[in-house]
T-cell receptor
Framework: AQSVTQPDIHITVSEGASLELRCNYS??????LFWYVQSPGQGLQLLLKYFSGDTLVQGIKGFEAEFKRSQSSFNLRKPSVHWSDAAEYFC??????????FGKGTRLSVIA | NAGVTQTPKFQVLKTGQSMTLQCAQD?????MYWYRQDPGMGLRLIYYSASEGTTDKGEVPNGYNVSRLNKREFSLRLESAAPSQTSVYFC?????????FGPGTRLTVL
């Protein structure tokens, strides 16, 4: 069965610092991988996705993620965090014709 | 193009009451989903509908029923609400592989 692990429940970073959110997945075949962001009281917004090809994918709001098959990872990065990036971030996986399986999320706090 | 819409936005029920959460999408998507979100649990799939006329159970279907009324609409019904169903409910739809989410319904069962 597919599963997603986000090891960090809560991360705090200073504004302007770099960010990396970790995501590990368990899936037998080539996965389709996603990162979503949820601001307080809002729905989920797609940040980026990986299906195939270049393992470094660019998303909205200056985010990028790198697919590493050998490590079963799809970590999300941003070079310089802004206060507006404070939110909850979810990693998700699917085979393409099955429903998404989500990780439990990582809450990001940004301090001045 | 409104995307995925959900009604109501907020609801308070007493234990044992019933209600239906409505979801509609205007993107002509085939598949639709209902999730619940609880603190520290991420999103868990309740039911989904891969196409009009079909529905399947997800990870946490107990206490819920669904109806895929047509291609646009997918409703979630709680027949006898329980406090354990206090949660935020999200509807989503997808054409092939990317899910788009509604704004959510915050449900409290007293």
């Amino acid at each position: 069965a597919q599963s997603v692990t986000q090891p960090d429940i809560h991360i705090t970073v200073s504004e302007g610092a770099s960010l990396e959110l970790r995501c590990n997945y368990s899936y037998g075949a080539t996965p389709y991988l996603f990162w979503y962001v949820q601001s307080p009281g809002q729905g989920l917004q797609l940040l980026l996705k990986y299906f195939s090809g270049d393992t470094l994918v660019q998303g909205i709001k200056g985010f990028e993620a790198e697919f590493k098959r050998s490590q079963s990872s799809f970590n999300l990065r941003k070079p310089s965090v802004h206060w507006s990036d404070a939110a909850e971030y979810f990693c998700a996986v699917t085979s393409g014709n099955t429903p998404l399986v989500f990780g439990k999320g990582t809450r990001l706090s940004v301090i001045a | 193009n409104a995307g995925v819409t959900q009604t109501p936005k907020f609801q308070v029920l007493k234990t044992g009451q019933s209600m239906t959460l409505q979801c509609a999408q205007d993107m002509n998507h085939n598949s639709m989903y209902w999730y619940r979100q609880d603190p520290g649990m991420g999103l868990r799939l309740i039911y989904y509908s891969a196409s009009e006329g079909t529905t399947d159970k997800g990870e946490v279907p107990n206490g819920y029923n669904v109806s895929r009324l047509n291609k646009r609409e997918f409703s979630l019904r709680l027949e006898s609400a329980a406090p354990s169903q206090t949660s935020v409910y999200f509807c989503a739809s997808t054409a092939t592989d990317t899910q788009y989410f509604g704004p959510g319904t915050r449900l409290t069962v007293l």
